[in-house]
């Protein structure tokens, strides 16, 4: 075997195993590959309940602008108000 062809068969091992690395270990390697899939679906995931979680709170802005009836819904049971005429009992829990 001549120099020539020891050397080219070195540096196209080399290149086999370089291009190896990139496969297994690397990034874009499978696992990397894997890694971004597995995150994406759940990065996906939290997106659909943010979505779901927007449309509950712009379908509670509109009712809060269009109806007096939520905000004084809401302000009977957070801040204990009351109408005038009413009376108030509080009964303790046990």
């Known amino acids: 075997m001549s120099i020539g062809f020891r ?3 070195t540096f196209l091992s080399f290149c086999i195993i370089g291009l190896q690395y990139r496969l297994w270990i690397g990034e874009g390697s499978i696992g990397h590959i894997h890694f971004l899939e597995t995150r994406l679906q759940k ?3 939290a997106n659909v309940e943010k ?3 927007n449309a509950a709170l ?3 802005i509109v009712d809060l602008k269009d109806h007096t009836q939520a905000i004084e819904a809401i302000a009977r049971s957070d801040l204990g108000m009351i ?3 009413e ?3 509080i009964l303790p829990e046990n």
């Open 43 to 45: 990065e996906e995931k």
């Open 51 to 53: 979505k779901l979680r």
């Open 83 to 85: 109408q005038d005429g």
């Open 58 to 60: 712009r379908a509670e």
């Open 7 to 9: 050397l080219l068969v």
């Open 87 to 89: 009376i108030l009992y």
